[in-house]
């Protein structure tokens, strides 16, 4: 479960984390991110519904190799494809938790055998306090995986014992009380020193209207306000790509305007879209059978968006259909 509410303070109320070893840099510091030579290991652990799958995921956008729910005897041969000569992983997350029922008394020893075979690691422990961690439980109405036949508290409770020994040993604790699933995410990218280097990757699909709107449209724009190049004859056989088409189009008055001002209303979108780590953005631009109008402002759209700096990418869905 990876909802997650708030911040508390990132050391453990009953002991400060262990000191960080030298040469490790995940949640060491808020800004170096870390060396394009390093190899990373980070094992995430911590109470069921405080956010563990929300912090894998956050990782998994920025390019780490995550597993979940490892049992912890298979902790050495993951980490040791990091170390394998010619080994592409380099920052690998684990999270390993009670889900993996008995195997999981074996996470103790397996962490000692990596450090006395050389493979360093960090350790990341998520909490929250009872009552929020009920909430959540409740809000998605599953059980926790300890309680057995008695309440979500009594699986709490034994979850917390069983961890207490991880959590003295963990590098850094994240309470999450307070953390939406979005703050979350948006600490740990801090924390990483990776914070905003993620930028929106922006889709805009050409589409005709006749043949219905594209799903996945954050945006939808009608540009059926400019005249048909259908009708005219010379015209219809080519799409908005071609330059007659393309001149055609854009030439109207009010049509390079309208491009310009859609393109000017969308920055602040897509700023905010970035603040709520909303990576990928789908512009739909339509016209009747997306061959000819749609085609040509969509690309006038990309490459304004492009001149200040953003990634874009056209995709003309309909431009081949009769």
Same mark, same amino acid.
């Given at each position: 479960?990876?909802?997650?509410?708030?911040?508390?303070?990132?050391?453990?109320?009953?002991?400060?984390?262990?000191?960080?070893?030298?040469?490790?840099?995940?949640l060491e510091a808020e800004t170096a991110p870390p060396e394009a030579d390093r190899r990373e290991l980070l094992i995430i652990t911590g109470m069921s519904g405080a956010g563990r799958t929300r912090v894998a995921n956050t990782l998994e956008?920025?390019?780490?190799?995550?597993?979940?729910?490892?049992?912890?005897?298979?902790?050495?041969?993951?980490?040791?494809?990091?170390?394998?000569?010619?080994?592409?992983?380099?920052?690998?997350?684990?999270?390993?938790?009670?889900?993996?029922?008995?195997?999981?008394?074996?996470?103790?020893?397996?962490?000692?055998?990596? &450090? +006395?075979?050389?493979?360093?690691? =960090?350790?990341?422990? $998520?909490?929250? @306090?009872?009552?929020? !961690?009920? &909430? +959540?439980?409740?809000?998605?109405? =599953?059980?926790?995986? $300890?309680?057995? @036949?008695?309440?979500? !508290?009594?699986?709490?409770?034994?979850?917390?014992?069983?961890?207490?020994? $991880?959590?003295?040993?963990?590098?850094?604790?994240?309470?999450?009380?307070?953390?939406?699933?979005?703050?979350?995410?948006?600490?740990?990218?801090?924390?990483?020193?990776?914070?905003?280097?993620?930028?929106?990757?922006?889709?805009?699909?050409?589409?005709?209207?006749?043949?219905?709107?594209?799903?996945?449209?954050?945006?939808?724009?009608d540009v059926r306000f400019l005249s048909n190049p259908y009708w005219v004859t010379e015209l219809r056989h080519l799409s908005g790509k071609d330059e007659a088409v393309n001149r055609y189009v854009l030439d109207q008055p009010g049509a390079?305007?309208?491009?310009?001002?859609?393109?000017?209303?969308?920055?602040?979108?897509?700023?905010?879209?970035?603040?709520?780590?909303?990576?990928?953005?789908?512009?739909?631009?339509?016209?009747?059978?997306?061959?000819?109008?749609?085609?040509?402002?969509?690309?006038?759209?990309?490459?304004?968006?492009?001149?200040?700096?953003?990634?874009?990418?056209?995709?003309?869905?309909?431009?081949?259909?009769?």
């Amino acid at each position: 479960m990876s909802t997650s509410g708030g911040q508390r303070p990132d050391t453990g109320e009953q002991s400060a984390p262990p000191t960080v070893p030298e040469g490790i840099p995940l949640l060491e510091a808020e800004t170096a991110p870390p060396e394009a030579d390093r190899r990373e290991l980070l094992i995430i652990t911590g109470m069921s519904g405080a956010g563990r799958t929300r912090v894998a995921n956050t990782l998994e956008d920025m390019d780490w190799f995550v597993v979940d729910n490892l049992p912890p005897r298979m902790l050495e041969p993951l980490a040791r494809l990091m170390t394998a000569s010619g080994g592409g992983v380099k920052r690998l997350a684990a999270v390993v938790d009670v889900r993996s029922g008995e195997f999981f008394a074996e996470l103790l020893s397996v962490l000692d055998d990596l &450090r +006395r075979h050389g493979l360093d690691y =960090r350790i990341l422990f $998520l909490e929250a @306090d009872d009552a929020e !961690l009920v &909430r +959540r439980y409740e809000q998605v109405r =599953r059980a926790h995986p $300890l309680q057995g @036949d008695g309440r979500i !508290l009594d699986g709490i409770a034994e979850e917390r014992e069983l961890l207490s020994e $991880l959590r003295r040993r963990a590098d850094s604790i994240i309470d999450t009380t307070k953390f939406s699933p979005y703050d979350l995410a948006r600490h740990i990218r801090q924390r990483v020193g990776e914070a905003g280097t993620q930028p929106v990757q922006i889709t805009l699909v050409s589409f005709g209207f006749k043949h219905g709107l594209p799903l996945d449209a954050d945006h939808v724009v009608d540009v059926r306000f400019l005249s048909n190049p259908y009708w005219v004859t010379e015209l219809r056989h080519l799409s908005g790509k071609d330059e007659a088409v393309n001149r055609y189009v854009l030439d109207q008055p009010g049509a390079q305007e309208f491009i310009d001002r859609y393109v000017e209303t969308l920055e602040p979108a897509i700023a905010g879209y970035e603040r709520e780590l909303k990576h990928n953005v789908t512009i739909a631009v339509g016209c009747t059978g997306g061959r000819h109008r749609s085609v040509a402002v969509s690309e006038a759209i990309a490459e304004g968006l492009r001149s200040r700096g953003l990634q874009v990418r056209n995709l003309h869905r309909d431009v081949g259909r009769e």
